[in-house]
């Protein structure tokens, strides 16, 4: 192979790897590409391999010759700017920024006086300088220099990265514009992003610094508890979060994705605590989520236990009040009396008189599954289905090997016209071993829903 395709080969491979974010392996090709190719774009690669590993002095060192160069070398002089960022060396980081845009602009004013089209690897160094701005927290630049050279724009990266100016700016509506103007094969985690800017508008959450980054997907799928201290104080690691949350909550998964959001503000510090108020004052998001939001804060030590809490559910005003429930176990005779008594009501009519014997159960904190069992069902006959469902899924939680719970669930479902969930409930219940009258009820649903 001639130097010239053995040149090329390296190149590409280099390059290849950099995309991938094996950095190291990055690194050892383009230092065998440096050995036989002294060009400033080999160099300039070497330093960004050397810098996204964590070491921009390194890279600095690797630059030393293209910086000191006369010719334009915007790519050499914006990494400068990020690696002097990171070093803080704010002075020489904000000359090399000023630098790489004078030199991006020098090499499209050569480009067009020699009636030559605008090189696409040059297009791409728009991504490095407005990276760099956002570095050094011009996010107002950011946005100038976007919307100055949007013309030359050849990678989706420039429009996330006015996006996160926008964010970070406060100005959440522009960057849901951003965001899912960029959304494309390879880049769908913006739209994560645009649902934390629309409840980021609607105050849900609170604005906090967003890195200039495209964000590592791998770890948000591969995060381990001990992690999440950490990574709950990054931005991007919160977008996805967040995104992931909010994005897939539908009425049948919320008590799913409650448990997520309560690691997200357990490990979020202050502005966890910030985002749990804001789910509570938020109208638009459901019991669950709000529920979990508060239970955080009363194990945080914010709230004591059956404090009140305020919050806004369906549009009003309410005081939420978390107290852990005393589970009775076994038979208790004076509880059994009081759910036969409130059976007798049922069964003459009485549904009104019946709740009221065993609603106080709930305001003592006390969790009699025969009584909760009772009461739901009570409930449902009034079409009280919200507060029969929390009372059928606590149930759930502390009886899980009890199926009449589930069937009661699905048939509250059913009585809700919700399809998906009792389909849910009916695939649970085919795992238990059920009695003949359970397993009958069980297949008169099925012929309801099928």
Avoid at 34 to 60: C, E, H, K, T
Avoid at 152 to 179: C, I, M, R, T
Avoid at 202 to 229: H, Q, S, T, W
């Amino acid at each position: 192979m001639d130097t010239t395709r053995r040149i090329q080969s390296l190149r590409a491979e280099g390059l290849r790897r950099l995309n991938r974010g094996e950095f190291e392996r990055a690194e050892k090709v383009f230092k065998k590409l440096v050995r036989i190719d002294s060009s400033p774009i080999s160099r300039n690669n070497l330093a960004m391999s050397r810098f996204q590993q964590g070491d921009p002095a390194g890279a600095l060192r690797i630059l030393k010759s293209n910086l000191e160069a006369g010719a334009p070398n915007p790519f050499a002089h914006a990494l400068a700017a990020q690696a002097l960022a990171v070093l803080g060396q704010g002075k020489d980081a904000e000359e090399h920024l000023n630098r790489a845009v004078s030199d991006f602009e020098i090499g499209v004013r050569i480009m067009m006086s020699e009636g030559l089209p605008i090189a696409e690897p040059w297009c791409e160094y728009t991504v490095l300088i407005e990276r760099a701005a956002g570095d050094l927290g011009h996010h107002h630049l950011v946005l100038d220099l976007y919307h100055k050279w949007k013309e030359y724009h050849v990678n989706p990266e420039n429009q996330f990265l006015a996006g996160v100016a926008s964010f970070n700016l406060g100005q959440f509506s522009k960057a849901v514009f951003f965001w899912k103007g960029s959304v494309q094969p390879g880049w769908e985690f913006v739209s994560l992003y645009a649902i934390v800017a629309e409840a980021a508008e609607l105050g849900i959450v609170k604005r906090f610094p967003v890195e200039y980054r495209v964000p590592d997907m791998r770890a948000i799928r591969g995060y381990e508890i001990n992690d999440l201290g950490e990574l709950a104080q990054k931005g991007w690691f919160r977008m996805l979060a967040l995104g992931i949350v909010f994005g897939d909550v539908d009425a049948g998964e919320e008590r799913q994705f409650a448990d997520k959001i309560k690691s997200v503000i357990r490990y979020g510090g202050d502005w966890g605590q910030d985002l749990a108020r804001g789910i509570l004052l938020a109208d638009g998001v459901g019991k669950e989520l709000k529920m979990a939001a508060a239970e955080v804060l009363i194990n945080l030590g914010i709230y004591e236990e059956g404090e009140p809490i305020k919050a806004i559910l369906n549009g009003k005003k309410v005081r939420l009040v978390i107290q852990t429930p005393r589970i009775i176990e076994g038979r208790d005779e004076a509880l059994e009396e009081l759910v036969g008594k409130a059976r007798s009501l049922r069964d003459a009519g009485k549904i009104d008189e019946a709740i009221e014997e065993l609603q106080p159960l709930i305001a003592e904190a006390i969790c009699y599954p025969p009584a909760m069992l009772t009461l739901a069902n009570l409930l449902r006959m009034k079409d009280r289905l919200d507060e029969a469902e929390d009372l059928l899924t606590m149930l759930v939680d502390i009886t899980p090997d009890q199926p009449v719970v589930l069937l009661n669930l699905a048939g509250l479902y059913l009585q809700r016209g919700d399809i998906d969930r009792v389909k849910q409930c009916v695939e649970q219940l085919e795992c238990y071993e059920l009695t003949d009258e359970i397993n009958d009820m069980s297949r008169l649903i099925k012929k309801q829903i099928d």
